[in-house]
């Protein structure tokens, strides 16, 4: 009985939050995180934190495929002066199905008005869907069992074991012959191998051969080679990988959250060409190679939860269009292009430039923002107005020299001791000559007012609070030497019109490509040539992240690879 009224109050509960325009006048502050980012069997709990002047009543529920309520608990919510926080518990049975699903609501018990609930209030069960009929073809991208006469791959809290029944692993194509295995369990992890013959599931490092498999026929099955060397294998119980060939099944287990998507009436509103594109970026190697941190959220993961909204929430083909085209055209970075970017810089050709430097030499220059009145310089602000006049400060005469080139750059300072002229004068050699090569004058001083880095077609500047090392200072020159060149490609810094990233070609790479770089790469063409500048140079030597921007991004990739052999940068340049 009491399930059943508890059932009858949240049909009333739904009812009444689908009406959308009801608020309340002491509204609530609530945010809810459930204990996982998927429903499986077990306890599931959701913490509520709450804020407010009312009483509220919750209820957690656990639903079938046909929106029927299988079990729920509820509770009236008593905040304190402050906020406060509580937890429900379900117990969700061995039977979970893949189209299940847990929800959390909230409403004011006399209003019956619904509360607006923040964080994630809703979960569905993501156990894979067998025999979907999809668009997308192949066999990655998909979930497979790993087993032999000897056992099956298990894998429990990243440890690799023998079990009767396996867990299930991700097929992903890591292109030039080479595949990947996620774990189902932890999507972040993968399959390696490690010294010693060893084998255990890490989290993916892009480029790591250790995470890269051959997968070959053999006889009935099929042979798993690491790229380092050495066949998996079941040895004496244990996981191992060895000299000799070892059969494996791996067998099909179902669909995941993206194959799902493409068989949705949605998806089939997508052009052909759409599809084609949304299926090349949801199956690169670069959606789940730029998380914005470790262990963070990928872009790939980021789009598979909308895929399964999608597939299991009831939303018109339109709608869902929608909600697809926004989530695979979002920024695959962040902010900025380095914004959480943590793998390392590798060096660049032709970054081995003998810099020589002149001794400083007092002189009278205009410095972008600076003013001085009395003798003092200050960064310009409605106290100091700028001017635009020349002010007292120093001139270093700076020439790098290679094998075959040389270039001179003027490096205008306030203090020759601010360690950032320094810094800025070693990383701008670390470039190749042909993408630094406009660069005529560079400005390095402390500013009281920003943090910036600017670039014209001839001129950098640097303008800092305070000091920065000098791999910051690269990742943000590669960024500004985008412009440079974006400027000086076509030959004329002041002609808009001539710039790389107002040509049609590169505007409609850009719209072909679907997928955004940064939510400042968006803001204009050149703020999005010059992301795309930065983070062709932050993936530079790294396999995956390489391979992971010309699959993401192939149009603006074969664009800016035009603009590189024009400006004369050539050979491994053009990865």
């Avoid at 607006?116 to 999809?134: A, E, H, L």
């Avoid at 979930?143 to 074991?161: A, C």
């Avoid at 993401?552 to 590189?564: E, G, K, T, V």
């Amino acid at each position: 009985m009491k399930k059943r009224i508890l059932s009858l109050f949240l049909i009333v509960m739904i009812a009444v939050s689908s009406l959308g325009s009801i608020t309340s006048a002491a509204a609530a502050s609530v945010y809810a995180m459930m204990n996982s980012d998927s429903l499986t069997s077990g306890t599931l709990t959701a913490t509520i934190y709450y804020s407010g002047d009312e009483s509220v009543k919750f209820v957690l529920g656990y639903y079938s495929k046909d929106d029927i309520l299988l079990d729920c608990i509820s509770t009236v919510f008593l905040p304190t002066e402050d906020s406060t926080n509580t937890t429900l518990s379900l117990e969700i049975p061995q039977t979970v199905a893949g189209s299940d699903y847990a929800k959390l609501v909230g409403m004011y018990p006399d209003s019956l008005e619904p509360v607006n609930i923040s964080g994630r209030s809703i979960i569905y069960c993501q156990k894979p869907v067998m025999g979907v009929d999809t668009v997308f073809e192949g066999m990655n991208e998909r979930y497979y069992t790993i087993s032999s006469p000897e056992g099956s791959l298990s894998v429990s809290k990243r440890v690799v074991s023998v079990a009767e029944e396996g867990t299930l692993f991700r097929l992903k194509d890591m292109t030039e012959g080479y595949v990947a295995f996620e774990d189902y369990t932890t999507p972040k992890y993968r399959l390696e191998y490690t010294e010693e013959n060893g084998v255990r599931v890490y989290f993916y490092s892009a480029g790591s051969a250790k995470q890269r498999w051959i997968m070959e026929k053999y006889n009935d099955g099929y042979t798993l080679e690491s790229a380092n060397g050495g066949y998996l294998a079941i040895k004496d119980g244990a996981v191992t990988v060895q000299d000799e060939k070892y059969e494996w099944s791996v067998d099909y287990a179902g669909e995941t959250p993206f194959s799902l998507m493409t068989s949705t009436d949605a998806f089939k509103l997508f052009t052909e060409k759409q599809q084609q594109r949304i299926i090349d970026i949801c199956t690169s190697i670069g959606a789940d190679a730029m998380p914005y941190a470790p262990n963070a959220d990928s872009f790939l993961d980021d789009c598979e939860k909308v895929f399964t909204k999608v597939y299991y929430e009831k939303y018109t083909a339109e709608d869902a269009k929608a909600l697809i085209l926004d989530a695979v055209s979002k920024p695959v970075i962040g902010e900025l292009a380095e914004s959480g970017f943590y793998y390392p810089l590798q060096s660049f050709p032709g970054s081995d430039a003998v810099i020589t430097q002149g001794t400083p030499v007092k002189t009278k220059h205009v410095m972008w923002d600076l003013v001085e009145e009395n003798g003092v310089i200050y960064s310009a602000s409605e106290e100091h107005p700028y001017t635009g006049a020349a002010i007292n400060c120093y001139r270093i005469d700076v020439t790098y020299t290679t094998s075959d080139t040389t270039q001179n750059v003027a490096v205008y300072c306030v203090d020759p001791s601010f360690a950032n002229v320094q810094t800025a004068i070693s990383a701008l050699g670390k470039f190749p000559y042909a993408y630094r090569q406009h660069i005529k004058n560079m400005y390095v001083y402390l500013s009281t007012t920003t943090s910036t880095y600017n670039c014209g077609g001839e001129e950098l500047f640097v303008r800092l609070k305070g000091t920065a090392n000098e791999t910051t200072m690269i990742k943000s020159f590669a960024h500004e030497l985008g412009h440079s060149n974006d400027y000086m490609a076509n030959g004329d810094v002041n002609n808009r019109g001539s710039h790389w990233s107002q040509g049609t070609k590169w505007q409609l790479a850009v719209e072909d490509d679907i997928a955004t770089i940064s939510t400042y790469g968006n803001s204009n063409s050149d703020e999005g040539f010059a992301e795309f500048a930065r983070l062709y140079w932050l993936c530079y030597g790294n396999r995956d992240l390489q391979i992971g921007i010309k699959q993401l991004y192939p149009n603006r990739f074969a664009s800016f690879q035009r603009m590189l052999a024009k400006i004369g940068c050539t050979g491994e340049i053009l990865y």
